[in-house]
Each structure stands twice: as structure tokens, then as C-alpha cells.
């Protein structure tokens, strides 16, 4: 299998393709500029909000294939490919649950914004950082004029030690998904960011081996699966490093870049800045 075959690129963001302060690799426009020059498409692929990883490529917005909320809502070029929402009961009785979690706060992800109930600063501080559009309510359950594509929660105790466990008999009914340290992601049991992936494949004609991955947590395990070229990263959790066919450098030593630079090299494409 070669480089010069790859005619999808999705990676994760936080802990991927981001450094540690969020930023993205110094050398990522340019970059990204030779692989669209070479008709390679570019997804960016999180358990963020489609606005807010929107906000993240301003300038090129119209080239970036935007795969939000763990897969349940893929949007090119302003038109929506896909869209799988939770029914309404479900997620009553997900909130209900969530409610008697320790130490957890609970974020329901419209489609046109995000809900919180408790504004609580060290919560807040962390809503900011992954969702631009958002509105405190009285009571989630009352919130009925949206999509509902996920139940995110934030769980300051830790969520695969905790939160996780209030869900984990929902694994069979629901992406039940520990997406960082602190968050734990609930969805439909048919989003997931390797069905998102999925959906693109099909859409603009692309096979397994013209796809490359990039992941580096559990929401990524999926998406590792749907591409020949599946890379974790040396940070990223040790069940994606088992299920990722290659390891790159980590996040904070640009490992996607130098993929993406090695990709270049080999379809024989010069002048990349350094890093």
C-alpha cells in the first residue's frame, strides 16, 4: 500500500492533531494547501461541536470536511451528509441518570447549540473550550426545539473511572464513549466517528485503502478500522495503539504533520516549511 494512494485524510483533534494548548501545528495551512492542491480531502474529526471545530479553520472553512459530535453530524461545504440524533425519551432518561453522578455535569448537544443547567466555573471554563454556541437553562428536559446529538458529560472525578460505570449496560443500545480524561459521550448506537468516515467513503467514492486515520482516544477506536493507513498516536491510549495499524509521533511533536509531510514527499511535492 502507498502514500499516493490516499485520497481521504480524517483525523481526531484534541490530543491529535492540537497540541496541548489547542493550537494547531505551525505548518498546518501550508500544508493543507499542497494536499488539497492534490485533490486529497481533509476531515476533522471530534467529540467537539460543529461550530466550535468550525471556528478552528477559519480561513479554509470551505475545505474541511467538519465530522462533529463523535460522528453524529458530518457537514461539507454548509450541507449536511449526515445526521443521527437521539430520540427524546432516551434522552430523558439519560439526563435523569447523568443527574445522580458525583462530581458530573451534564451538556446536551443540539444540533443549533448546546444546554447546561449548572454553571458552576470550573464546568463552564470547560464548555468554553469546546463548544462556541451554548445556553444555560432551567431544565433539560425542557428543552424540546432542537436535535439532540449527544449527551456530553464532564465528569471532574474521572470518566472512565466514573461516570463511565453509571452507562457502561448501555453499550449494546448507545455509544457509550470515554473521550477524555474527563468526558464521557453518549449517543446513537449509530455514531460513531468509523460510521462517519463511513459515510464519506461512500459519498465521494473512496475505499479503505485510500483512507488515513489519525486518533489518539476511545472515540477514535472506530475510525481506526476504516482506513488502511490508521495511525494512533505515541500519546494516545493503549487501546488504540492496539487497534491502529501504524504509531506516529506524538501530538506535542506534530505527529500527523510528519505523516502528512512523508504523505507529500512520496506524491513528490516540494517547498513544505519546516516545522
Keep these: 500500500m502507498h502514500f499516493k494512494d490516499i485520497k481521504l485524510i480524517a483525523t481526531d483533534m484534541d490530543g491529535t492533531l492540537l497540541n496541548a494548548a489547542k493550537e494547531l501545528p505551525v505548518n498546518f495551512l501550508p500544508v493543507f494547501g499542497l494536499l488539497h492542491a492534490q485533490g486529497i480531502l481533509f476531515a476533522a474529526a471530534s ?136 468526558w464521557l459521550d453518549l449517543s446513537h448506537k449509530l455514531a460513531n466517528k468509523g460510521r462517519a468516515i463511513n459515510v464519506l467513503q461512500k459519498h465521494f467514492g473512496i475505499d479503505f485503502n485510500g483512507t488515513m486515520v489519525f486518533g489518539d482516544y476511545l472515540n477514535d477506536l472506530e475510525m481506526m478500522k476504516e482506513g488502511y493507513f490508521s495511525y494512533a498516536m505515541e500519546n494516545a491510549h493503549p487501546d488504540v495503539k492496539a487497534a491502529a495499524r501504524f504509531i506516529t509521533a506524538s501530538n506535542e511533536e506534530n505527529g500527523v504533520m510528519q505523516v502528512l509531510e512523508s504523505l507529500l514527499a512520496e506524491k513528490r511535492v516540494s517547498n513544505i516549511p519546516d516545522n
Design 47 to 182: 467529540g467537539r461541536q460543529f461550530y466550535n471545530i468550525r471556528n478552528q479553520f477559519t480561513t479554509i472553512q470551505e475545505e474541511v470536511i467538519f465530522i462533529a459530535e463523535n460522528g453524529s453530524y458530518v457537514v461539507y461545504r454548509d450541507q449536511e451528509l449526515f445526521v443521527q440524533a437521539i430520540d427524546r425519551e432516551t434522552v430523558g432518561r439519560l439526563i435523569t441518570i447523568a443527574r445522580g453522578i458525583p462530581d458530573a455535569f451534564i451538556i446536551l448537544c443540539g444540533k443549533k447549540q448546546a444546554y447546561i443547567e449548572n454553571d458552576t466555573p470550573e464546568f463552564v471554563k470547560n464548555v468554553n473550550m469546546y463548544y462556541d454556541r451554548w445556553e444555560k437553562v432551567d431544565d433539560l428536559l425542557q428543552v424540546h426545539d432542537d436535535a439532540f446529538l449527544k449527551i456530553a458529560i464532564c465528569d471532574l472525578a474521572g470518566s472512565e473511572s466514573n461516570s463511565f460505570l453509571y452507562f457502561k449496560h448501555l453499550e449494546k443500545e448507545l455509544e457509550v464513549k470515554v473521550s477524555g480524561s474527563i
